[in-house]
C-alpha cells in the first residue's frame, strides 16, 4: 500500500486492480478491527467500570477472531417469507458502498488507492449507497421491525446526507479542490492569517464545518444519538433484526468500518489528513508515517464517535428531522456564505 | 435548544469514569491500571468472598439431627427427603438404660428445587442445619444437585462461624458445632 | 390529597368512551405492531398490542398474565413463614418491601408488635430496598431512551446496597428476612459504618445521574411532555408511589398513613412534581433515591438498642379476622388483605401490587403517542412483571 505509485506504475492493469482491491479490503478490515478492539471492547467497557473481554488472548485481544468465529459457525436464517434475493444481497450492498469510500482517502503523499480530481465528491456519492442496502435488509426481511428500522434508516440518511454535504462545501471553498490529496497539501501549506507555523489545519478555520461534520457524520454511521433505526428499546435491532451469522457480521464490519473510513475522510478535511507540521509535505517519509499518522487521527476521531454513542440517549425520529432540517442545514448554509466571503476579502 | 451545557456534563462523567478506570491512581501516578480501576471481578480467576451469613449451601451436622421432620415439613417446596429408623445407643451413663435414638438413613436435599429460603435451617430444633456461603456446586447434570448426606456433611467444613452483633443487640452469638 | 368531584371524573370517562368509539369508526388499515412477549423493552414478559398508523399509536393493549405464578392461590396452602419466602418474589428488585404489609398485616392479625429496635432495623432495610429498586429504574429508564452508560452505572452502584443486604439478611434478592414479631437476626458488627458508606456512594450515583441522564437536553427532549398523566386521571386508575407523585398529588403512605414503620419520627420530604409528564416521573424517583439514603442515614444513627423478636409461639398460628395494611414500596402503594380463620395457614391473601394499577394507565395513555414515545411511557411508569402478574 505504501508504495503502490511506484509499484502500480509497472504493473499490468489487472495486477494494478488485484492489488487495490486487496489494499482496499485490508484497510476495511484492519480499521474495523481496531475500532472494534479499541473502542467497542476497550474504552467504553473502561468509560463503565468494567475491563471488557479479557479471555481470549492477552487482555482479550483475540476476542474479535472468537467473534468472526462463532458468527460464521452460525446458522444463515433466511425468514420463510422473506424476499429471498433481496434479504441475501443487502448486507453486500452495505459494504460494498463502505469499500467504495476507502478507496478515494489518501494515506500518505503518494500512497493512495485513487488520486480523483472529484474525490471528495465520489465520496460523498457513494456513502448514499449504503441506503439502497438498508432499505432492501428492511425491506426483505418480511418484518415490521425491520420495515419500520429501514424506512426510518432512509428519511434519517437521506436528511443527514445534506448538512454533510454542506459541511464538506466549506472546505472545499476553501481549499478550492475537490481532490482529497490537494485537500490536504492545502492544509499543509496554508496559514492561518499569515501564520503558518502548523499549516492549517482547517478544523480551526473551519471550526463550524468540523462541527456540522461530525454531527451528521454520527448520524449517518446511525450511533446513539441518531441510532432510531437499530434502537434496540424499540425495534430489536431495526433493520438488522432478521440476520443471523456472516450477514449479521458483514452488517456489523460494514458499520465500523464505515465509521472508521468517515472518521479518514473528517481526518483529511479538517485535521490535515497525513500531513504532521514540521515535515515538509513532499517528503518521502510521509509515505511511511502518514499512514500511521492517518490512523491516530482516525483513533482519535472514531473515539468521539463512540464516546457520544455510550453517553447520549438516542432522539426520537422527529427531533432528528427537525435538528437537520432547522438546525444543521441553514447554519452549514451560514457556514458557506460565510466561507465564501472571507475566501473573496482574503 | 441550548445543547450543550448538558451534553458536555454527560460526557465528562463517561470521561471521568474511563479515567479513573484507567488510572486508578490518580495523577501522582498516571499508570494505566485498569484490572485495578475496574469495579468488575475476573470471576473464575478472583472470587469475591460473600459475606458469611450468604445463604450458599446447607450443610448438615448429622450428630445433631434426630430425623424430627420438622425441616422438611416446613420446606416451601419439600425438596428434603429424610428417612430414619430408631435404633438403641449405648447408654450415656454407665449402667444406665440404653438410649433410643433415631438414625438417619436418608437425608437429601434438591438444590435444583430449593429456594434457599433458609426456612429448613431456622426451624431446625436441635441445630442440626446450617448455611454456608459456598457457592460453587453446580452441575452439568440436574440429577446431581440432590445432595445425600454425606455430600451436606461435607459442606459443614465451609460453614463459617457466627458473626459478631453490632452495638445495641440483645441477642446472644450462636456457635457453629465442630466438625 | 386532590379530591375530585364525581361528577366530574364521570364526564370525563364518558368522553374518553366516545373517543374511542370514533377513533374505532374511522379506523382506516393499519398496522398491529406486536411488542412482546419477547421484546428487549418489556424487561420481562409484558405484550402490548399496539395498532399504529403510520408510526402514531391508535390504540394500545397490555397483556399480562404471561408471568402469572398464582401466589394469592398458593398463599392458602402455605403457612405465614413459608409465605414471606414467596412474597420475596413478587418485585423481584427490591423483594424485602414486599415481606414488610404481610407481615405488618399478621401482626395486626396477631396483635403483636415488633420491639422498637427490629421496626427500625426494618424500615432501614425498607428503604434501602427502594434505594436498590428506583436506582435499577433510573438506569433503565435511560437504557430504554437509548443511552447504554447509565444502566452499567446503575448496576455498579447498585452493588452497593445489595452486598450491605446480603450481609445482614444472607440473600440478596430474596432477603427472606422479616418475621411476624420482628427480625430474623440482628445486624452484623460493622454493617453500620459499611452501610453508611454504601449510602454515600448512592448518593454520587444520584449525583451522576444527575448529570449525565437528568440534565442531558436529549433526554429532556424525549420526555418532556410525554406522556403526561392528569391527577384526577392518575387517581381514578389508581396509580400511587411516585407516579401519582410526579402529577402533583402530595400523597405518600410513609407519612400519611405510617403503620409499623418508623418513618414518622424522621425528618424527610415528600417530593413531588408539578408536570406529570415521563420526565417528571424521572425527577421525582431520583429525589427518592436521596431522600431514602438520607432516611437511612438517619435511622441507623437513632437505632434504639433491645431485643429483635418480640414474644411469638414458635408455631404460628393467626387468630380469625381480617386486615389490610399498606405501605409505600418501591413501585407504589402495596397492600395485603389477609383474611385468617384461626389456622396455620391463611384463609385468602389478597395482595395489592402497585405495577398491576400504574400499568393499567396505559391503554389511556398510550393513545395519539409514536411509537418511539411507547418505550418513554413505559420505561417512566416503572413496572416490574412479578409485580403485574404475580
Ligand atoms: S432453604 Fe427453603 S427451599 Fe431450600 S431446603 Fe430449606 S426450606 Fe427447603
Ligand atoms: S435437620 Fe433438624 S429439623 Fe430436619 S430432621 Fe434433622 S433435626 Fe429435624
Redesign the interface.
Known sequence: MIDATILLGELAYWQQTSLRVVGGLAAVLLIAGTLVYLHLFKLVSF????LGPMEAGPFGSLQLLAEVGKFLQKEDLVPRKADRFVFLAAPFVVLVSTFLLVVVVPWGPDAWFVDSDIGIYLAMAVSSVSVIGILMAGWGSAS?YSL?GGLRATGQLIAYELPLILAVIGVVIQAGTMNMQLIVTAQADGAIFGWDGIGNPYILTQGVGFLLFMIAMQAELTQ??F??PI????L?TGYMTEYSGMRFLLFFIGEFATAGVFSAIAAVLFLGGWYVPGIDSDDNILNVIGPLVMLTKVVGLTFLVFWFR??????????LQKLAWKVLIPVALANIVATGILKVAF | ???V???I??L???GG?LLRTVFPDGWKKPIPNPVKGA?TVQYPHEKEA??????GVIALHEENCTACMLCAR?C?DWCIYIEGHKEKAPPRRAGGKPRQVNALDRFDIDYALC?????CV??CPFEALF?SPEYEFSEPRIADLLHDKSRLAEWMETVPDF?????????KVKKVPPT | MTAISDREKLSYIAAQAADARLNLELETEG?T?NLGPQ???THGTLRIIAKLDG?QVISAEPVMGYMHRGYEKLAEV??Y??VT??V?RIDWVGSFANEVPFILAAEKLMEVEAPP?AQWIRTALFEMSRVANISLFLGDM????????PA??AF?DR?HVL?QI??????RF?P?FDRIGGL?????????TETKRAMRKMRQFCD?ME???L????????SRGIGVIPADIGLSYGLSGANIRSSGVDWDTRRDNPCGLVHSELDWKVWTHPDGDSFARFWVRLQEVRESTKMIDQLLDG??????MAKVPRIIKVPAGEAYVETENPLGVMGYYVISKGDLVPYRVKIRSASFSNISIAPWLLKGV??????TIL?SLYFILGDIDR
Request: aromatic share 8%; hydrophobic share 40%.
Open positions: 468509560m463503565q467500570s468494567r415490521k419500520l446513539t444519538p441510532d432510531m434502537a434496540e428499546s424499540e430489536v455510550f453517553t447520549f440517549p438516542r432522539f426520537r425520529e422527529d427531533q | 435548544m441550548a445543547l451545557p448538558g451534553l456534563k454527560g465528562g462523567v463517561t469514569t469495579e460473600p459475606p458469611p451469613r450468604a445463604r416446613e416451601p429456594m434457599y429460603c433458609g426456612i431456622e426451624v448455611w458473626e459478631a452483633y453490632e452495638a445495641g443487640a440483645e441477642t | 398496522m405492531l421484546h428487549p423493552a408510526e402455605r403457612t413463614p413459608q419466602a414467596l420475596n429496635r435511560a437504557l430504554q431512551l437509548g443511552a447504554t452508560t452499567f452505572f455498579r452493588e452486598n446480603e450481609a445482614v439478611t444472607g440473600g430474596h427472606n430474623k437476626d440482628d445486624l452484623p458488627a460493622g454493617w453500620i451522576e448529570q449525565l441522564v440534565g442531558n437536553e436529549i433526554f429532556a427532549a424525549r437505632l434504639p438498642s433491645g431485643p429483635i409514536y411509537v418511539p414515545d411507547i418505550i420505561a
